[in-house]
C-alpha cells in the first residue's frame, strides 16, 4: 500500500474553493509530518506552494498567493491543500510530499481542473 | 535570485551509464541540503536522492538498488549524480532540487537502445 494517496482528478468551476487531500497509509500519523505541496504545469518543473504541519508549523512558498493554504483532516490522517477563488491558471496537477523513514515520498498526484 | 541549471541528460544504450550536473548560483550553496527528483513521462514525481549541505550524509531511493550516486562540490557550488547500469524505467526528466523549495528545469534522460 502505498504511503500517500491523492485523488487522480478533481474538478472545480472559476471562484469556487476545492480541497485537495493527501491521505496517509494507516499506521502512518498525519499529525507527525510536514507535508509538502507543490503545484506542476505541463513541460515545467514541479513549483513550491506551502508546508504544513500544525497552525504554528507552517511555510507559505515565496510570492505564493494566500488563497493557497494548508491544514490536516486529523480523523481522516491527511493533509490538505486548500485553493479559494479559483482561477483558471490555477489547472494543472498537485502533489503532496512528505520525509518519511529518510526517505522523500510523493502522493501520485491529484490534476486538477477548472470547467 | 535562486537559479539550479541541470546538464548531462540525453540518450544512452540499457547497461551504460551517465553523470548529471546541477550548478547553483543566487545563493551561498554550501548552506543547503540538495536533492534529485525524477519524473517518468506522464508520470508522477518521484524523489531519487538527498545530499546535506556538507555532504556527510546522503540517501537514496531503496527503489535504485545501489545503482546511481550523489555527491557534491562546494567549491563549484554543483551536485551530481552518478548513474550506472541504466534501464527502460530510469527514462525519466531529473530535476535538482534546493532542499525541498526550488527545483531547476530538468534534464531529460532515455535509455534506449
Known amino acids: 500500500q502505498a504511503v500517500m494517496t491523492q485523488p487522480a482528478s478533481l474538478s472545480a468551476s472559476p471562484g469556487a474553493s476545492v480541497s485537495l487531500t493527501c491521505t496517509l497509509r494507516?499506521?502512518?500519523?498525519?499529525?507527525?509530518?510536514?507535508i509538502y505541496w507543490y503545484q506542476q504545469k505541463p513541460g515545467s518543473p514541479p513549483q513550491y506552494l506551502l508546508r504544513?504541519?500544525?497552525?504554528?508549523?507552517?511555510?507559505?512558498g515565496s510570492g505564493v498567493p494566500s488563497r493557497f493554504s494548508g491544514s490536516k483532516d486529523a480523523s481522516a490522517n491527511a493533509g490538505i491543500l486548500l485553493i479559494s477563488g479559483l482561477q483558471s491558471e490555477d489547472e494543472a496537477d498537485y502533489y503532496c510530499?512528505?520525509?518519511?523513514?529518510?526517505?522523500?515520498?510523493f502522493g501520485g498526484g491529484t490534476k486538477l481542473t477548472v470547467l | 535570485e535562486v537559479q539550479l541549471v541541470e546538464s548531462g541528460g540525453g540518450l544512452v544504450q540499457p547497461g551504460g551509464s551517465l553523470r548529471l550536473s546541477c550548478t547553483a548560483s543566487?545563493?551561498?550553496?554550501?548552506?543547503?541540503?540538495m536533492n534529485w527528483v525524477r519524473q517518468a513521462p506522464g508520470k508522477g514525481l518521484e524523489w531519487v536522492s538527498y545530499?546535506?549541505?556538507?555532504?556527510?550524509?546522503?540517501y537514496y531511493a531503496d527503489s535504485l538498488k545501489g545503482r546511481f550516486t550523489i555527491s557534491r562540490d562546494n567549491a563549484k557550488n554543483s551536485v551530481y549524480l552518478q548513474m550506472g547500469s541504466l534501464r527502460a524505467e530510469d527514462t525519466a526528466v531529473y530535476y535538482c532540487?534546493?532542499?525541498?523549495?526550488?527545483w531547476g528545469q530538468g534534464t531529460l534522460v532515455t535509455v534506449s537502445s
Open positions: 532540487g534546493r532542499e525541498w523549495h526550488y
Open positions: 543566487g545563493f551561498t550553496f554550501s548552506n543547503y541540503d
Open positions: 545530499i546535506s549541505s556538507s555532504g556527510n550524509t546522503i
Open positions: 494507516s499506521g502512518i500519523n498525519v499529525g507527525t509530518y510536514r
Open positions: 504544513y504541519k500544525s497552525d504554528s508549523d507552517k511555510q507559505q
Open positions: 510530499m512528505i520525509w518519511y523513514a529518510s526517505a522523500s515520498v
